[in-house]
């Protein structure tokens, strides 16, 4: 017990932020923010409607997505600012989104989900699709809202989405 204490990283960049702006960019309910409700409403008011239409398959009062997109931010080089993390996403490829997506790299979800079936349900199987529904917080119905809309767009086409919303 006498070994040496962990060394504790902390990251900073602004693509971490403009991930977390776009929670409460898609946040449903009026959470307590500084920023007073017109604010929001202004904002999607003079966003364009393709954008919105775009982060309307991840709107849900589940913002897990754009959680689940920070390791990403984490890979990209330094400063880990928004063009290097956009470059950085422009690399990967559509499957390894989605894995991201589904929470692959988060062992909560590897918890309840088995590794295989999560791949399977990324690669577009609709029984492992199926199964990732009744094993991934099965309770929570924002999450499952958001699993159904990810799972009717193919791999490639999600890459497109989050890429515009991007």
């Given at each position: 017990m006498?070994?040496?204490?962990?060394?504790?990283?902390?990251?900073?960049?602004?693509?971490?932020?403009?991930?977390?702006?776009?929670?409460?960019?898609?946040?449903h309910?009026?959470?307590?923010?500084?920023?007073?409700?017109?604010?929001?409403?202004?904002?999607?008011?003079?966003?364009?409607?393709?954008?919105l239409?775009a982060?309307?398959?991840?709107?849900?009062?589940c913002?897990?997505?754009?959680?689940?997109?920070?390791?990403?931010v984490?890979?990209s080089?330094?400063?880990?600012?928004?063009p290097?993390?956009?470059?950085?996403?422009?690399?990967?490829?559509?499957?390894?989104?989605?894995?991201h997506?589904?929470?692959?790299?988060?062992?909560?979800?590897?918890?309840?989900?088995?590794?295989d079936?999560i791949?399977?349900?990324?690669?577009g199987?609709?029984?492992?699709?199926?199964?990732v529904?009744?094993?991934?917080?099965?309770?929570?119905?924002?999450?499952?809202?958001?699993?159904?809309?990810?799972?009717?767009?193919d791999?490639?086409?999600?890459?497109?989405?989050?890429?515009?919303?991007?």
């Amino acid at each position: 017990m006498g070994g040496k204490p962990p060394t504790v990283e902390i990251e900073y960049g602004l693509a971490y932020e403009f991930l977390l702006s776009l929670i409460v960019f898609n946040e449903h309910e009026g959470y307590e923010y500084e920023l007073d409700n017109e604010w929001f409403d202004t904002v999607r008011a003079k966003a364009d409607p393709d954008l919105l239409q775009a982060t309307a398959l991840f709107r849900s009062n589940c913002n897990h997505v754009w959680h689940r997109l920070i390791g990403l931010v984490y890979d990209s080089d330094p400063p880990r600012d928004v063009p290097a993390f956009l470059a950085h996403f422009e690399e990967i490829e559509p499957l390894e989104l989605r894995l991201h997506l589904l929470g692959y790299y988060q062992r909560s979800v590897r918890r309840s989900t088995p590794l295989d079936v999560i791949v399977q349900a990324a690669e577009g199987n609709a029984e492992a699709q199926r199964q990732v529904l009744k094993t991934s917080s099965p309770d929570d119905h924002d999450w499952q809202e958001f699993l159904h809309n990810l799972f009717s767009v193919d791999v490639e086409k999600t890459k497109v989405i989050v890429k515009d919303i991007l």
